[in-house]
């Protein structure tokens, strides 16, 4: 039975089944968006035509991009702002003789104040500098690693 089908007469009926359910697919989600092409409410957009809307997404790039790099300047004067709390929290610490736990808890209300410092590249900077405040007085003695959980525990 299948032998007397031609296998170009086998290609076109698939072909008009895949036209027409592509046709249904087509009027049945992109109805509002044809009527609205047809009535003239909407135009076509073609990628290649936008010179015009490419300089104003380059302007709206730029604005982004420069309001990131004032959102990293405010990360680097949070590092500054940071690095003299902590300089003045051993300093403190060290005048009221906490203890090291006490003294580490002191640390981490400190960090916590500073969420983006946390995320940035200069957080291994501001560890660097809690190890060295903390050398500098016996009791807190911290290593660095215990400096760089301070940004991950919670005050206990």
């Known amino acids: 039975m299948f032998t007397n089908v031609s296998w170009g007469s086998y290609l076109a009926a698939i072909g008009i089944i895949l036209l027409t359910w592509y046709l249904v697919l087509i009027l049945k989600f992109y109805s509002k968006d044809l009527r609205e ?3 003239g409410e909407k135009k076509l957009k073609f990628p290649v035509l936008k010179k015009t809307s490419n300089k104003l997404e380059n302007q709206r790039d730029q604005k982004s991009l420069s309001s ?5 300047f405010d990360t680097l ?14 300093e403190e610490s060290s005048q009221m003789n906490l203890s ?3 003294f580490q808890n002191y640390l981490k209300m400190v960090l916590e104040e500073y969420p983006y410092v946390k995320i940035s590249s200069l957080r291994e900077n501001i560890n660097n500098l809690v190890v060295s405040e903390s050398e500098k007085h016996t009791q807190f003695n911290l290593t660095f690693a215990e400096a760089d959980t301070l940004w991950e525990e919670t005050i206990s």
């Open 37 to 39: 092409l047809l009535s």
């Open 68 to 72: 990131s790099f004032s959102e990293s």
């Open 77 to 90: 004067e949070d590092a500054e702002e940071l690095s003299t709390r902590i300089v003045q929290a051993v």
């Open 100 to 102: 090291k736990e006490q």
